[in-house]
């Protein structure tokens, strides 16, 4: 049940998104955000639509693996709509009738919004490695070193705690059994017992995730760690021509967008 | 033959403990030889293994590795590069998400050259057998497999010495068999100094030397023939000998073989 | 009463994904109360995933099993009342230990069973006492414990709910050699002292040679052989083509055999290796 999560998976591949240098990438999604929030007409909205769709159909990801790890946000979505269609003032549908044309165009809009965030998002972790993920911004926030902030340790960090999502999701499922075989019950209850319930399932799982990292320091420490500096990579990241292909089309795109804007369109 | 690691005279007390974990052990290990540690949970096994690369350092006495004292700050990185360490949990010491990634890790501490990790992460896979799996995520590994990788990672830093701390308790006997196996050419064909830790006796019958511990001191060393034939010994620490070895014993012949082909053999010309 | 009764059991992971896999497949067996069992079978013989049919944490893709008469996954209810009758105690249990005593995890099955507070500390005092685990202990917390008294707090926990089966998935992994042998005694002792079926899932053939009285042999998800250990033992050579280990004496007696020694019998404990040799002994001095 739990092995279902695709949120922050990464699909192996070849296509030319697969092959792109994750800074590209990490920079091209950032533009891209950007250009998201400056659509505002429904020509913008269709720009950022069809490259999005564009790019899905470059990356060989199915729209299906996409709405797959959408669901999870599934409700803030509806909500989102539910508040706009409900309370926004303007032009009624009908005589006397709450919903107006406004929010149906406000709704439709933020759902768009929502969902082409979350697929923009989801196309870069789909297609690049964790891995290669948190070295493109280790290289990408490089210069805060600078000012003392620890980019080092931190893509560490986060690349560890991806390189331990399925380790613990594994552990959480075997927990669970082992708790479900004492008659311990997750499913029914009001919301307070059910969170008591839980006890069983965290405190393990909190009390195996120290001595995992305990285990995982001292490890690391025999495999000659010992910080940031002096480390070298065996996957050095090389900006290629197609990368920087894709960061002008990425810079044209939000030009585009903020033109659309400045037409009203 | 020198010795690559060297114990004189070494006490250690866990500090929240009262009671010595290594009491008085003297001991060299000379390079390219496959040692076993045996013992019982709390004999002094671990503590033993943890003080060849600096993870622990000695209370009392001194520990050398390729004469470096391991208790001077300055020595702890060259000791790590030439002692590499394997654990138990397969999982707790892979690092990153791609096998070939994970086994670089070390030679990138390092701050060897990228083609030349390259090479070294290409080599280590290929000598542990896992050659075809670099591209794999680690968590969908087979346990035998995970510590195969974790073999790999140490194996790219050249070091020369393994020191393996009961690294095939978690697995089932079809890793462990693969384990032993990796280690075991290791040493023979890579000239690697092996130290093995565990509690199976069966996986030290193919070693060169085979150390007994009990209550933090050392309670046989020998070959593995040596220290089996001591059955009363091995009986009171209240470890098994191989079958072999038993049924010899028992029937009041020499216990000067461990296979079963050799043992069935000896029994077969008594008997004639 | 606890009779096990599979029919035709068959489990299917991710049923319409592309990791679809047939764990196990059309398994038929009894195993009547009181009998003591050892599943045996290499990772992904599909043994685990038959346990967890045992007590209904995993439903059956098709066929069924009844546990005293009853079908366990006929109902919401019946498939949490068996988990009573039922006990599984899965592979490394000190890892789900979770309370701020030994006392308490103990007392957390009994606890779930709905008993009275008189009633749940004579079950944990008689669960202790079959592994081991002294009362000065109770107050302790399990995370103090050393590795072996975790494990047995773990087996007590389970116990606790007095199951008339209790199935252990490799109860004795990554133990010393004395502490499996205390394990095992312990699991022993509960057996003799209730009456209780035991299933034991091992690697380990020299366990299961020593203490079981019927081998279940699972590969590839079928049932490939099932008899009592003489049965088993005495065709080494189809254990071995399954993937499996023979136990070392049964290794040895069949290279004894090979060398001409005609032994009697079928030979997988150390004990009936030495009194087959002894015999052979006698039989040549006459």
Redesign the interface.
């Known amino acids: 049940m739990l092995k279902d999560i695709t949120l922050g998976q990464f699909f192996p591949g070849d296509t030319i998104v697969h092959r792109l240098d994750p800074r590209t990438k990490l920079l091209a999604v950032l533009l891209y955000i950007v250009a998201l929030f400056q659509a505002k007409g429904w020509v913008g909205y269709g720009l950022v639509l069809l490259v999005t769709a564009l790019c899905m159909a470059m990356s060989h990801i199915s729209p299906k693996n996409i709405f797959k790890g959408m669901k999870p946000m599934l409700f803030i979505i509806v909500l989102t709509a539910l508040l706009n269609i409900f309370y926004t003032a303007g032009t009624p549908i009908l005589p006397g009738w709450i919903v107006t044309w406004e929010g149906i165009d406000r709704a439709v809009k933020m759902i768009l919004r929502i969902v082409l965030l979350i697929t923009g998002t989801f196309l870069l972790t789909y297609t690049t490695s964790p891995m290669a993920l948190t070295d493109g911004m280790e290289v990408l926030l490089g210069p805060m070193k600078k000012i003392g902030v620890p980019v080092h340790e931190m893509t560490l960090m986060m690349s560890m705690a991806l390189r331990f999502i399925p380790t613990l999701i594994e552990e959480t499922d075997k927990i669970m059994s082992a708790q479900k075989a004492r008659g311990a019950d997750f499913e029914s209850g009001n919301l307070i017992q059910r969170a008591k319930a839980l006890l069983p399932i965290l405190v393990p799982l909190f009390v195996s995730s120290f001595r995992r990292a305990d285990e995982l320091a001292v490890a690391m420490e025999s495999r000659c760690y010992h910080g940031g500096s002096g480390r070298t990579r065996m996957k050095q990241l090389r900006m290629e021509r197609r990368d920087w292909i894709a960061l002008a089309l990425s810079v044209l795109f939000l030009a585009a967008v903020i033109v659309l804007r400045r037409l009203g369109l | 033959m020198n010795a690559i690691i060297r114990f004189e005279n070494v006490h250690h007390t866990y500090s929240e403990e009262a009671h010595e974990s290594l009491s008085g052990i003297d001991l060299s290990i000379e390079e390219g030889t496959f040692v076993a540690v045996l013992g019982?949970?709390?004999s002094g096994k671990s503590t033993l293994a943890k003080h060849m690369?600096a993870?622990l350092t000695p209370t009392q006495g001194k520990v050398f590795v390729s004469d470096l004292d391991t208790s001077l700050e300055e020595n702890i990185?060259e000791i790590?590069?030439t002692v590499?360490?394997v654990?138990q949990?397969p999982?707790?010491?892979?690092?990153?998400?791609?096998v070939?990634?994970d086994v670089?890790?070390?030679?990138?501490?390092?701050?060897?050259?990228?083609d030349e990790?390259?090479r070294r992460?290409d080599e280590a896979l290929r000598q542990v057998g896992m050659s075809e799996f670099k591209?794999h995520?680690?968590?969908l590994l087979?346990?035998g497999q995970k510590q195969r990788i974790a073999i790999a990672?140490?194996v790219a830093?050249e070091p020369r010495v393994i020191v393996l701390d009961e690294p095939t308790?978690?697995l089932?006997?079809?890793?462990r068999r693969e384990v032993i196996s990796t280690i075991t050419r290791l040493c023979r064909e890579k000239g690697l100094t092996v130290v093995l830790i565990t509690?199976h006796m069966e996986e030290c019958v193919g070693a060169d030397r085979l150390i007994v511990m009990s209550n933090g001191r050392i309670v046989a060393d020998g070959t593995p023939v040596e220290v089996f034939s001591q059955v009363e010994l091995m009986d009171r620490e209240?470890?098994?000998v191989?079958?072999?070895t038993?049924?010899l014993y028992?029937?009041g012949l020499p216990t000067d073989v461990l296979d079963?082909?050799s043992?069935?053999?000896e029994?077969?010309r008594a008997?004639r | 009463m606890s009779e096990i009764i599979v029919e035709s059991l068959s489990h299917v992971y991710s049923v319409g994904t592309p990791f679809q896999k047939t764990a196990i497949e059309n398994i038929s067996l009894r195993i009547p109360q009181g009998q003591f069992v050892g599943l045996l079978g290499h990772t992904g013989s599909g043994k685990s995933t038959f346990v967890q049919h045992l007590n209904a944490l995993l439903a059956p893709t098709s066929g069924k099993v009844l546990v005293g008469g009853t079908d366990i996954n006929r109902d919401k209810k019946a498939r949490r009342d068996v988990k009573w009758q039922v006990g599984l105690v899965f592979q490394y249990p000190e890892y789900q230990l979770f309370e701020e005593t030994v006392f308490a995890d103990i007392a957390f099955g009994p606890k779930n069973m709905g008993l009275k507070k008189e009633e749940i500390e004579e079950r944990v005092r008689e669960a202790a006492g079959f592994v081991g685990v002294e009362e000065d202990l109770f107050q302790r917390s399990p995370l103090e414990l050393s590795g072996g008294q975790k494990r047995r707090v773990a087996i007590a926990g389970v116990i606790a709910m007095r199951p008339g089966v209790l199935i252990l998935d490799e109860p004795t992994a990554g133990l010393d050699p004395a502490g499996c042998r205390q394990i095992m005694d312990n699991i022993r002792q509960y057996r003799a002292g209730t009456g209780a079926t035991v299933i034991i899932v091992s690697h380990n053939m020299d366990d299961a040679a020593r203490l079981t009285e019927r081998l279940i042999v699972f590969d590839h998800g079928h049932v490939a052989m099932d008899g009592s250990p003489e049965e088993i033992f005495s065709q080494p050579e189809k254990l071995i083509s399954i993937g499996l280990a023979v136990p070392q004496s049964t290794a040895l007696a069949m290279a004894l055999r090979e060398k001409g020694l005609d032994l009697d019998g079928a030979v997988f404990t150390h004990e009936q290796l030495i009194a087959a040799v002894r015999k052979l002994k006698e039989v040549g001095a006459c």
């Open positions: 019982h949970n709390g690369n993870i990185l790590r590069r590499g360490m654990f949990n999982d707790n010491q892979i690092v990153a998400n791609v070939e990634d670089a890790f070390a030679p990138e501490n390092l701050g060897i050259p990228s990790i390259r992460v591209l995520a680690p968590h087979s346990g990672g140490v830093m308790a978690m089932d006997p079809q890793g509690h209240g470890l098994s191989p079958e072999t038993r049924l028992e029937l079963v082909e043992c069935a053999e029994i077969a008997f």
